[in-house]
């Protein structure tokens, strides 16, 4: 098992894509805090992953985009675990595809605040535990969208807080490599996950994207799960500052 004996974080844990995060961990032999505002939610995927392996999970509620929340939620982490390997910046936002102009202050400081503060709190703090030992594996969660712009689709703020990630992703990996922690973003395409779920449902608006995909799907949770298992692990030991497309081949069309 790749993450045997490792403990790992994963925040936004909930979500679909965490959620499919958390369960692949698990199966691979770690030990995973799942973060996520909401004890209910936490608690679902928990019950999800069943049997014993369920025992290698604990959720912590923690609001990523406060510091002094994600400070306190690695000291419980590493006061259990004893230490943090890996740390999965899965939380963030997305807005709605409207105008910029259009936007509201509070909707642009709320992009900000989730796909910004909420990876920078979780990575500050967790960096202060792996720099002392010396190893981890931090993997950021982006989006193709901050990569390019989509003509008509509206993301101006979503997408540029999804480019800071992956500026930062490479900065991390730069300044901590001499301390063996490596940093890596994988940025996600069109997932059957979150917002565009109801999308999808409608069988036309579906074979339009499928058509605008090289490999002729829409990916699933697993697919981005995959990727960060393997930036997570050893395997990958020699990668860091990668920022990966997992998109089907869209990127590259």
Known sequence: MRLQGKVAVVTGASSDIGASIVG?????????????????ALE???????GAARESTA????DVTDEGQAVQAVDMVTGRY??????????GALSDPVHFHSMRTQEIKRLVHANMLGVFFPTKAALAKMYEARGGSIVN???VSGRRAVPRVHLAAYSSTK???????KSIAVEYARRNVRC?????GIVNSGMIKPYLEDPGARKVLEDSLPLNRIGEPEDVANAVLFMASDESSWITGTVLDVDGGRSAA
Do not use: Y
């Open 141 to 143: 969660i982006g989006s």
């Open 59 to 62: 959720s912590v509620v923690c």
């Open 163 to 169: 480019a800071a990630v992956a500026m930062f992703t």
């Open 44 to 50: 679902a995927v928990r019950s999800g992953i069943g």
């Open 82 to 91: 004893g230490r943090i390997d890996v740390l999965v910046n899965g939380a």
């Open 24 to 40: 692949r961990f698990v199966r691979e032999g770690a030990k995973v805090a799942l973060l996520g505002r909401r004890l209910e």
């Open 184 to 188: 890596n973003c994988i940025n996600p």
